[in-house]
């Protein structure tokens, strides 16, 4: 299970998870790991498009505390429905929603979080940060993204 951390514009108007620019990051990403994304559950924390308006544009706003809350108990019954083997938390606000707590994302990347979860939990950067990285560091971005994301299937 991949979750996010909540719809972008694109998700927001097509009602999926993934289906914008981070969700062509993240479909590239799982072929060089060999994971179908037809084999896993993808969600988002929030569940709605957080944003502020800039001019006729939606702008994505990271979601506040209350917004994580709200949308909580979505997220839990989709893991006791769902009851993956591993769960991997793209981002910070992600993280924050399954394990409880703000997190730092470059002090637990690469090894399983210890968590009261029957699945083992990972965390990792969001697809979109690679997006915003500046190209000569963005082959490098991805490549520790894809190695995040082969840990985790290992871990299956």
């Given at each position: 299970?991949?979750?996010?951390?909540?719809?972008?514009d694109?998700?927001d108007?097509?009602?999926?998870?993934f289906?914008?620019?981070?969700?062509r990051?993240l479909?590239?990403?799982?072929e060089q790991v060999?994971?179908p994304?037809?084999?896993?559950?993808?969600?988002?924390?929030?569940?709605?498009?957080a944003?502020?308006?800039?001019?006729?544009?939606?702008i994505?706003?990271?979601?506040?505390a209350?917004?994580?809350r709200?949308?909580?108990p979505?997220?839990?019954?989709?893991?006791r429905?769902v009851?993956?083997?591993v769960?991997?938390c793209?981002g910070a606000?992600?993280a924050?929603?399954v394990?409880g707590?703000?997190?730092r994302i470059?002090?637990?990347?690469?090894a399983p979080?210890?968590?009261?979860l029957e699945?083992?939990?990972f965390?990792?950067v969001h697809?979109?940060?690679i997006?915003?990285?500046d190209?000569?560091a963005?082959?490098h971005a991805?490549?520790d993204?894809?190695a995040?994301l082969?840990?985790a299937?290992?871990a299956?």
């Amino acid at each position: 299970m991949l979750v996010g951390e909540q719809p972008g514009d694109q998700e927001d108007r097509q009602g999926h998870p993934f289906v914008g620019p981070a969700g062509r990051v993240l479909d590239e990403a799982l072929e060089q790991v060999g994971v179908p994304r037809s084999r896993i559950f993808v969600s988002n924390a929030v569940k709605h498009f957080a944003w502020k308006p800039r001019g006729k544009r939606r702008i994505h706003r990271p979601p506040t505390a209350d917004e994580l809350r709200a949308c909580h108990p979505w997220l839990e019954a989709e893991l006791r429905l769902v009851r993956p083997r591993v769960v991997v938390c793209l981002g910070a606000s992600a993280a924050r929603s399954v394990l409880g707590r703000p997190t730092r994302i470059n002090q637990v990347r690469g090894a399983p979080v210890d968590v009261p979860l029957e699945a083992k939990v990972f965390v990792t950067v969001h697809p979109a940060s690679i997006l915003r990285t500046d190209p000569p560091a963005r082959d490098h971005a991805m490549r520790d993204f894809v190695a995040d994301l082969q840990t985790a299937v290992a871990a299956l």
